[in-house]
């Protein structure tokens, strides 16, 4: 590596003499195309990455023994490549750029280690698409007059690619070709202007085409490219003499002031020339419309007014001004027009002004009602409001200054003169109650003038009271405390209305009604309320009295309130006590309770408070002072230990209690009570005693629990007569089939009415005796014999006077189904008349049977209950 010539030439020789003892080692020469041998037409792509194994060095000894690989450079030229000695790969160590080399020079060598073989080769470069068109002759910049022809060609634009092949080949096209007037050939990359275009200077000074070359596509990389590059052509554009003169500032209007003097100019027209690159000089001139009052600088173009404004009988003037064009030569060239308009205008030297009656006025003054109806308009007031200017200057507007929305003016923009209308816009603010005037400004204001003149004038409206309001309560309710036992025409208290409205409908009037107003009075102008002369207030019987009172105008405007009037108890009642006060009757161990009440209405004095005041022996009982209970001290425990304290052994004591409240003063009430006190031990021996013994002090009690117990009994005896008289009704249940014995039956004999009567006077004990019906009586079922005819129910037999030995047996039967009259029919079967008188009863009928049956059950019923 890196070694010069003539190292090589020694290193030969050495290799030559040593020959006669070993051979040279060598390359192998694996031809064209080969990546191994010795390098023999080796080409290389120009966009090989660095660091790529592009090829390996390969030969032999012929004495076998281990080779070895060198490559080698020019000392002037870059070390592009690198040789591994032992395998001899060759890798690639710096970039390759064909266009700047195209083939690269190396010498290889092998050795042996003795002998040395080394050979000179070259590396081609091939090319790869890496270069992009680059254009030559930049920047492009052409001159085109405006007049030219379209498909002339205007410019050329030229680009090269030092690659080969297809990726050196270039070809043009613009960017933008839809948005230009310019087209480029392909090829040669000619601009041109492209058919039906046309250029003007006017519109377009310049034009900027960007042309892209592109090349013919290659392979970088392993991929196909196209490369490119882009340059801009600016086409500047020359003006030529084709446009005629053009005014600058249109349209022109001109003022000429009342004060103007004759000679001053009003206004200036400017025209140049429509060819702006190379432009001709202008001439100004009026042709018509002046009517000899202006004239006009033909080099300037300034308008100047000839007469004095006053002479002016037009107040617009339409004017024409004409401008031509010179050329270099003198000539006149193209010409334009225009118009020029000009306004006599007076000068706002005159304010809008109001008038009245006698002439300028700045006050109106106006008396009205209060609420004026909706849209009424203000006639009173006569004003008129004038600007003695002419036209714009002549315009004002017109509006209200103060409290907003209640009036409105008519009309809001005047010109020049106009009668001011103002109309009601809001009755409800209109309120003399609230302010009883109201003052505005009423403004006229110039609109469209830049002084803006205005004026005012005050409008003042003295408004005059209507009864428009209600009278008014200071509160939706009143409500006052007096005592009970206030005298007759005792105040009290005051209610007040107010009506705010002026003179007598100010005025306000009290009454009084209502269902608790008839103890009351309240005077018609103070609205004091008071008790009647002959009133009695209590409590006890009326705690609370409502009403309502009534404010009133005189026009019948009114508005009400409710009074409450609530009594304060006062003391006036002594406690009372029961009439169970005289005895009581005590359990030893058990406390006895008495009890007074108050009939005042509210505590405290209604509240009771117990006392014993006398006693003997004073240290048995206690008396609890809230409940009224009074008990034995707790010492004593039995009744040998309250007979060791009492003399005489006394079962009965007398108290002397007293039931005092808490009013102020207080009010006391006192009582003797007999307490009676018996033991427990003998209560236990008899429950009737004990009960007697508890309610002796309250008989009521006991004559409330018998009438308990009666009426249970009563219920008892109505629901087993019930229960009887079902089932005997379901058991002796009448069937159709029966209907044929059912006749109106025959009066029955004398004797058994009496017997009857006797029957009834017997001891209810030994009259009825209920026993099971007989099978089958009165019931359909089928037999194996014949069917025997229905009977009717037997009545029971008649008592017999005689003293019974035993107790009466009778049976109850009953009978169940539809009555209705019958005809007599003839006497029955001699079979059913034995049956008949087998029962011994002397009753043919069903009828009467069942009615005297259910008389005898009321019987029953009745006896057993008293």
């Known amino acids: 590596m890196g070694r010069g010539p003539r190292a090589v030439l020694a290193l030969g020789l050495l290799c030559l003499r040593l020959a006669q003892a070993n051979f040279a080692p060598h390359f192998f020469d694996n031809g064209v195309g080969s990546t191994n041998g010795n390098m023999a037409l080796f080409s290389l792509s120009e966009d090989t990455p660095v660091g790529s194994h592009v090829y390996t060095l390969n030969g032999t000894d012929p004495e076998g023994e281990p080779v070895s690989y060198h490559i080698s450079f020019d000392p002037s030229a870059r070390s592009v490549f690198t040789v591994d000695p032992n395998f001899g790969n060759i890798t690639l160590i710096e970039e390759l750029d064909r266009e700047r080399e195209d083939e690269i020079e190396a010498i290889i060598s092998i050795s ?13 470069v091939t090319d790869a698409n890496d270069e992009a068109p680059r254009f030559i002759q930049e920047p492009y910049v052409v001159q085109v007059p405006e007049d030219t022809l379209a498909g002339s060609s205007i410019a050329k634009v030229r680009a090269v690619d030092r690659d080969t092949g297809s990726g050196g080949s270039v070809t043009y096209f613009l960017k933008n070709p839809r948005s230009t007037k310019f087209a480029v050939d392909r090829h040669s990359g000619v601009l041109r202007l492209q058919a039906g275009a046309t250029l003007d200077y006017e519109k377009a000074r310049a034009h900027f085409v960007t042309v892209v070359a592109k090349d013919g596509g290659g392979r970088l990389r ?33 003022y000429v002031y009342e004060d103007t003097l004759p000679g001053s100019e009003v206004l200036t027209v400017v025209a140049m020339d429509g060819d702006r690159g190379k432009p001709n000089h202008v001439l100004y001139s009026l042709v018509n419309g002046s009517d000899g009052a202006f004239e006009i600088n033909e080099t300037s173009g300034a308008i100047s007014v000839l007469q004095s404004p006053a ?73 008129t409001v004038n600007d003695s200017d002419q036209g714009a200057n002549a315009k004002f507007n017109l509006r209200l200054v103060g409290p907003g929305g209640i009036f409105r003016v008519v009309p809001q923009t005047v010109l020049n003169e106009a009668q001011v209308t103002i109309i009601v816009e809001n009755s409800a603010a209109i ?15 110039e609109v469209n003038t830049p002084e803006k003149f205005s004026s005012t004038a005050d409008v003042v409206i003295q408004l005059l009271d209507t009864n428009d309001n209600v009278p008014k ?60 002369p002959w009133a009695s207030l209590d409590a006890e019987a009326t705690a609370r009295y ?56 509210e505590e405290p004095n209604n509240l009771v408070d117990y006392s014993i005041t006398h006693a003997e022996p004073a240290n048995v009982f206690d008396i609890d002072a809230h409940t009224g209970e009074i008990r034995l001290k707790n010492s004593i425990r039995s009744l040998d230990a309250l007979h060791n304290i009492t003399p005489g052994g006394d079962h009965t004591w007398s108290l002397e209690v007293q039931a005092k409240d808490r009013g102020s003063p207080s009010f006391s009430t006192t009582a003797l009570l007999k307490i009676d006190i018996v033991d427990t031990e003998m209560l236990s021996r008899s429950p009737m005693a004990t009960f007697l013994m508890q309610t002796k002090d309250n008989p009521m009690k006991a004559v409330g629990v018998l009438a308990s117990i009666m009426a249970i009994i009563v219920a008892i005896t109505v629901l087993i007569s019930t229960a009887t008289f079902w089932r005997n009704k379901k058991s002796n249940k009448v069937l159709p089939v029966r209907r044929v014995l059912r ?20 001891k209810a004990a030994d009259k009825f005796v209920l026993r099971e019906d007989p099978p089958n009586e009165n019931c359909n079922n089928n037999s194996l014999g014949s069917t025997p005819s229905p009977k009717a ?21 009953t009978v169940s189904g539809s009555l209705a009259p019958q005809q007599p029919q003839p006497s029955p079967k001699p079979k059913a008349v034995a049956k008949l008188k087998a029962t011994g009863s002397p009753v043919q009928s069903a009828l009467v049977s069942e009615l005297r049956q259910k008389f005898e059950k009321k019987n029953v019923h009745n006896k057993v209950y008293f």
Request: proline content about 10%; charged content about 20%.
């Open 793 to 813: 129910p037997a009545p029971p037999p008649p008592p017999s006077m005689a003293p019974s030995m035993g107790p009466a047996h009778c049976t109850v039967p």
């Open 222 to 254: 392993g991929a196909d490219v196209v490369l490119s590059a882009t340059t801009t052509v600016t086409v500047n554009v020359e003006d030529v003499q084709d446009m005629a003169p053009v005014f600058v500032g249109t349209p022109y209007y001109g």
């Open 431 to 445: 309120d003399f109650e609230k302010s009883k005037m109201l003052t505005f400004k009423l403004l006229a204001i």
């Open 546 to 601: 409502n009403f309502y009172v009534k404010a009133e105008d005189m026009e019948g405007r009114y508005s009400l309130a409710e009074v409450f009037v609530t009594l304060l108890d006062v003391n006036d009642h002594y406690p009372q006590f029961g009439k169970s006060i005289q005895e009581k009757t005590m359990v030893l161990g058990t406390p006895v309770k008495i009890e007074a009440t108050d009939q005042d209405a």
């Open 473 to 532: 309560f200071t509160s939706h309710y009143y409500i006052a405390r007096i005592p009970e036992n206030a005298p007759g025409g005792s105040n009290v208290l005051a209610v007040t209305a107010v009506d705010p409205d002026t003179g007598p409908w100010g005025e306000v009037k009290y009454s009084i009604y209502g269902l608790g107003a008839d103890l009351f009075l309240i005077h018609p102008s103070s609205g004091i309320i008071y008790t009647q």
């Open 112 to 124: 042996d280690g003795l002998n040395l073989v080394a050979e000179k080769v070259t590396i081609l």
């Open 743 to 762: 006749k109106r039956p025959s009066p029955a004999p004398r004797t058994v009415r009496i017997e009857w009567l006797k029957f009834r006077r017997t």
């Open 311 to 383: 002479q002016l009988w037009r107040e617009v003037y339409e004017l024409h001004v004409q401008v031509t064009e010179v050329s270099s030569a003198g000539t006149p060239a193209a010409q334009a027009m225009v118009p020029v308009t000009i306004r006599i205008v007076d000068l706002n030297n005159h304010p809008p002004t109001f008038y009245g009656d006698s002439g300028p006025q700045n006050r109106f003054e106006l008396s009205m009602y209060e609420h004026p109806p909706q849209g009424e308009i203000l006639r009173g007031l006569k004003i």
